[in-house]
């Protein structure tokens, strides 16, 4: 239905009728397309085209080459709408002679983030790649792809596509499907290699990396760089192509098959990819797709592909991926916490100079912030700079930072030994050892010497951040920052909420881990917070079964294989069995037996598992063994045998359990939020979702049944819990749960 009449100035409108009947004519022939064409001369006498109920795209033609805008934000996910609409786009220019080039653009937004991934959970709908891929065959004109910030995914697979790719000199151009337990479904497995090779193809995919626009232009993916404005270059480029007397515009994927590195090129890789990505099922697909690509004709390579994604999708790897991916986003939202609330933060003060404190210095300069980092012991200063320069050297080392780059990362960092210089930060973390007096007399100081504006951010992994609030006059601004070793890597930030601390200090919190690109959760204050409160649980049930005649080989053996990165017999060694001591002071067990042994773990080259010096190979042990048979033996407790899935289902359940508790208190707003901290701090395997993800894949009631079995042997570990049973009533999934404040309830 045409509902107006586009055109600024009315001198045009008469004439105008003619060339809107024949288009509109034009337009009604081309099947599937939803849009009215409006036409309308601008005072300019250039064409300008707009469709009407076109929500995601806009279109300008201006001497023939029709602009068109893709326009779905916040990232050009390429949605169902979006598809649609590129789709009848493409099938409209093949009968449209007013148009002789296209070029895909947009006006701020980036180019694409690919699919929607929103629509993997359900049944696909309207046009896909192979349509557009279908529609520009149809083409006889040269398609252009500009892209700005980034293409990625389905976005890069679409500019693949096209006959020419120009990229703006800052953008970025991946295939990130991996990520979400994908190989990439829409052409790409045959456009890429044919583009850049084999080699390069399937690093770039298997690394689901986004490549810089220099490395894209230099591989082959782009055929130019645009330095400043990308829509004048891509104007520039489409009209070049149009001067040139022979014409013959060809997609990437009707290039010839690519060579194959070497003739064991793919047996090698598939070896390395079996060590490599154990429990994950994308990259070898996504081998044998480039595999494909090297000897099928195109259509079939294309079906292949197809295959290969379908089985894919419908996967529960890629659904435990694709739950993380938005688990991971949805932990910024936090009732009542606007982002737009936080404070600008530039520099930081860091107390502490030890391995967290350094590490937290490092992660605060690669992001531009000032440190001021302060370690009261004088012979520790020079030790602390010494760290973080060497760190930072190993990244200029790596190619991640230029040597001038580097100089003036460096030129932001003070290491002193004075408190009273980080009087003028803006935030101050800190990051002492774990002893609730010196963190209160450092508290203290910190609110007498720093601005009212200064928010105070402590690193404990446990400590009750209430009663360090307490101490200062502002516990408002009082907050927890929980980054996990080694600080500079680990990508997860426990973000603490006292009882008091404002909306305003949570979402400056928030916004520090964005920008530091670390995941923040937001969780309240009980012992351990969350991750290692769970851990802790986990823990203790890994000691019963060691007691019951478990070796630490065994147990760790049987996590690994479900796909856990370590087993928690090598996990507790790395971390030191007295540290586990020291954050359970008041109950005696196993642990304390081998600390007081001197087994420490690999401090000491000797915990569960015996190490050589300078390595950090376990070894079973048969001194520790001994160790733990003992104290069986001591507690009367008799020796049984389980299996490795027994022994996997038992300690799942403690952290499920632990987590139920931990959503009963409201420590986290949402069940999610546990299985985040537990995928990006606990190396929980990531394409099983996290434990709460799990225990739904389990069945809620399965698990009552299999708590309630645990609890009739050990009643004071198993604790019931009524959310369990509210939750399996409502019929709906654990993982969705929503915890409900007190505010929101009133
Ligand atoms: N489909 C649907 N939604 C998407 C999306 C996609 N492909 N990519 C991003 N989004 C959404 C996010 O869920 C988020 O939504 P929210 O604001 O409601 O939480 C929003 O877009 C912004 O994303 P965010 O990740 O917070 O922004 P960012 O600027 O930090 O990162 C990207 C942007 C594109 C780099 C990142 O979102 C990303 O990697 N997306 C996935 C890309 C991908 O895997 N594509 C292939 C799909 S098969």
Avoid at 139 to 160: N, S, T
Avoid at 722 to 739: C, M, N, R, T, Y
């Amino acid at each position: 239905m045409v509902t107006s009449f586009l055109g600024d100035d009315k001198r045009y409108a008469d004439g105008l009728v003619a060339v809107f009947i024949i288009r509109l004519c034009a337009v009604f022939m081309i099947k599937n397309l939803h849009a009215v064409v409006i036409c309308a001369i601008d005072p300019a006498h250039d064409w300008k085209l707009t469709m009407l109920d076109l929500h995601y795209c806009e279109i300008r033609i201006q001497d023939g080459i029709a602009c068109i805008y893709l326009n779905n934000p916040p990232v050009n996910a390429l949605s169902e709408g979006l598809r649609n609409e590129i789709h009848a786009v493409l099938t409209h220019a093949a009968t449209d002679h007013t148009i002789r080039a296209l070029v895909f653009l947009t006006h701020d937004l980036p180019f694409s983030a690919g699919a929607d991934i929103k629509e993997f959970s359900g049944p696909m709908k309207g046009k896909f790649f192979l349509d557009f891929y279908q529609a520009i065959e149809a083409l006889d004109k040269p398609v252009i792809m500009g892209i700005r910030q980034y293409a990625l995914g389905g976005g890069l697979e679409f500019c693949m596509m096209a006959h020419y790719r120009i990229a703006h000199r800052d953008a970025r151009l991946g295939l990130p499907e991996v990520k979400l337990g994908l190989i990439p479904g829409g052409t790409g497995t045959m456009s890429l290699p044919r583009l850049v090779g084999v080699d390069a193809a399937l690093s770039m995919a298997v690394s689901g990396q986004p490549v810089s626009a220099q490395s894209a232009l230099e591989m082959g993916l782009i055929d130019a760089i645009a330095a400043s404005d990308l829509e004048s270059t891509c104007i520039e480029f489409a009209q070049k192509q149009l001067d040139k007397s022979e014409h013959q515009w060809l997609s990437p994927l009707h290039r010839p098959n690519p060579a194959v590195p070497s003739a064991d090129y793919f047996q090698k890789k598939k070896a390395e990819y079996d060590a490599q990505f154990q429990g994950f099922k994308a990259p070898l697909r996504l081998l044998a797709c480039i595999e494909a690509s090297t000897s099928l004709p195109i259509d079939a390579g294309l079906r292949f592909e197809q295959t290969q994604f379908m089985e894919l999708i419908t996967g529960d790897d890629a659904a435990g991926m694709r739950y993380g991916f938005f688990a991971q986003r949805l932990a910024s939202h936090v009732p009542g916490v606007r982002l737009d609330q936080a404070l600008t933060i530039s520099q930081v003060g860091v107390i502490g100079g030890g391995l967290m404190g350094a590490g937290i210095s490092i992660a605060l300069l690669m992001k531009g912030f000032s440190v001021v980092c302060v370690e009261a012991d004088p012979e520790r200063v020079a030790h602390c700079r010494t760290g973080i320069e060497q760190q930072v050297a190993k990244s200029v080392h790596a190619g991640k930072l230029t040597l001038s780059d580097s100089k003036s990362l460096l030129a932001r960092l003070q290491v002193t030994q004075s408190i009273a210089d980080v009087a003028q930060c803006d935030c101050v973390i800190e990051a002492v050892f774990e002893k609730m007096s010196l963190k209160l007399e450092i508290f203290k100081e910190l609110d007498s010497l720093c601005a009212p504006h200064t928010i105070l951010a402590s690193n404990t992994s446990g400590l009750d951040l209430n009663t360090i609030a307490a101490a200062t006059q502002r516990p408002e601004k009082v907050i927890g920052l929980h980054f996990f070793s080694p600080a500079h890597v680990m990508r997860l930030l426990e973000i603490v909420r006292g009882q008091v601390t404002s909306a305003e200090t949570l979402a400056t919190g928030l916004a520090l881990a964005k920008q530091l690109k670390k995941i923040g959760v937001v969780v309240g204050v009980c012992p351990g917070f969350v991750g290692n409160r769970m851990i802790f649980k986990y823990f203790s049930q890994v000691v019963w079964l060691l007691l019951r005649g478990c070796k630490p080989q065994q147990i760790d053996h049987a996590v690994q294989q479900f796909g856990f990165a370590m087993g928690p017999c090598a996990m507790a060694d790395m971390s030191g069995l007295d540290i586990w001591v020291h954050a359970n002071p008041g109950e005696r067990s196993l642990i304390h037996t081998l600390v007081e042994a001197g087994r420490c773990g690999q401090k000491t080259q000797a915990g569960f598992y015996d190490y050589t010096k300078g390595k950090k190979t376990p070894q079973p042990s048969s001194v520790a063994d001994g160790l733990i048979t003992d104290y069986a033996r001591s507690s009367a407790i008799q020796p049984q045998s389980f299996t490795d899935a027994e022994i996997v289902k038992r300690l799942l359940c403690a952290l499920i359990h632990e987590g139920l508790h931990i959503l009963e208190e409201g420590i986290v707003s949402r069940a999610s939020d546990i299985d985040t901290i537990y995928v990006h701090g606990y190396g929980f395997p990531i394409y099983r979702g996290g434990p709460m993800f799990y225990a739904d894949q389990m069945g809620l009631s399965v698990l009552r049944d299999q708590l309630s079995h645990y609890r009739s042997e050990a009643e004071a570990s198993w604790s019931e819990v009524p959310l369990l049973d509210e939750i399996i009533a409502s019929g709906k999934p654990l993982h969705k749960f929503q915890v409900v404040s007190p505010e929101q309830k009133s």
